[in-house]
């Protein structure tokens, strides 16, 4: 019923820039805090950001100051500017969403398939 797709993963040096999209399609009626998450080999899954649907953001002290998140929330989109690049950013980046859908009550949570970032000269 909800499919979230994300795109911008891939292979860049250390100091460098990406910027990673998700989009939600379905029969959405109403989408909450929508956010991104990253799981590196022999990790847990960890939050990198989130935004609220009135654009209230929360970010991992890691991240802090180098990765920007926005939404668009006319579009059902969610992005993650990431700059200053480091290795230990190298891991697979999940977009996750709270989502009501029209047959619903209830917010559920939606995650996309995820986009692997790799860091590295």
């Known amino acids: 019923q909800v499919q979230l797709v994300e795109s911008g993963g891939g292979l860049v040096q250390p100091g460098g820039s990406l910027r990673l999209s998700c989009a939600a399609s379905?029969?959405?009626?109403?989408?909450?805090?929508m956010g991104w998450y990253r799981q590196a080999p022999g990790k847990e899954r960890e939050l990198v950001a989130d935004?609220?649907?009135?654009?209230?953001?929360n970010y991992v002290n890691s991240v802090e100051g180098r990765f920007t998140i926005s939404r668009d929330n006319a579009n059902n989109t969610v992005a993650l500017q990431m700059n200053s690049l480091k290795p230990e950013d190298t891991a697979v980046y999940y977009c996750?969403?709270?989502?009501?859908?029209?047959?619903?009550?209830?917010?559920?949570?939606?995650w996309g398939q995820g986009t692997q970032v790799t860091v590295s000269s």
């Open positions: 996750e969403a709270r989502i009501l859908l029209y047959s619903s009550t209830r917010y559920s949570i939606y």
């Open positions: 935004i609220t649907s009135g654009g209230g953001t």
């Open positions: 379905g029969r959405i009626w109403n989408i909450g805090t």
